[in-house]
Antibody, heavy 122, light 105 residues
């Protein structure tokens, strides 16, 4: 069974950074892409970016230029998303989501992590 | 950027009734359209991809249709567990979600 297990909730100050993790299995790490999708309180879903864990190549939505970094740790099959220069409007639940493709192309998401609440305080 | 618009924002139905949810794209996305169900405090769950293909384990009462710019999710006979928020997502270009339709009693 596919599992994506995310790190716990975070409270951060405006202007700081947060790093959220998403732990997968070797099979998922090697054959899938992982996207990050966020959801502000009471709002809809917003795609942030995607990474191919097997090669480390990533791309992100223009809105997050200069602020989002996606990385991996192959030894633990973990994917990370770091968002910097946090502001209050970044308060949201952040999800990692798998696409069953090995290429960084637009796709749908068949498995999701449980979500990580990031709260940004001023 | 392809913008997705869902309607209605809220749909009030009774158990056993049919629910029809709409999703419109600002330009053609061919059949690259997915539907998700989300319940409070949970991650989204994939229901439909390719506009009309049910994901693994999804009951037959969920039916997706449409192509191009107009899409519909039909739930033929609402069960109590179907009351949730539903999102469409296009993947013809970088993923973009609709604003959601809340299905309530």
């Amino acid at each position: 069974q596919v599992q994506l297990v995310q790190s716990g909730a975070e409270v951060k100050k405006a202007g700081s950074s947060v790093k959220v993790s998403c732990k997968t299995s070797e099979d998922i790490f090697s054959t899938s892409t992982i996207s990050w999708v966020r959801q502000a309180p009471g709002q809809g879903l917003e795609w942030m970016g995607v990474i191919i864990p097997a090669v480390g190549a990533a791309t992100h939505a223009p809105k997050f230029d200069g602020r989002v970094t996606m990385t991996t740790d192959e030894s633990s099959f973990t994917i990370y998303m770091e968002l910097s220069y946090l502001r209050s409007e970044d308060t949201a639940v952040y999800f990692c989501a798998r696409a069953d493709t090995s290429m960084a192309v637009p796709y749908y998401f068949d498995y999701w992590g449980q979500g990580t609440l990031v709260t940004v305080s001023s | 950027e392809t913008v997705m618009t869902q309607s209605p924002a809220t749909l009030s139905v009774s158990p056993g009734e049919r629910a029809t949810l709409s999703c419109r794209a600002s330009q053609s996305v061919n059949d690259k359209l997915a539907w998700y169900q989300q319940k409070p405090g949970q991650a989204p769950r994939l229901l439909i991809y390719g506009a009309s293909t049910r994901a693994t384990g999804i009951p037959a009462r969920f039916r997706g249709s449409g192509s191009g710019t107009e899409f519909t999710l039909t739930i033929s006979s609402l069960q109590s567990e179907d009351f949730a928020v539903y999102y469409c997502q296009q993947y013809n270009d970088w993923p973009f979600f609709g604003g959601g339709t809340k299905v309530e009693i």
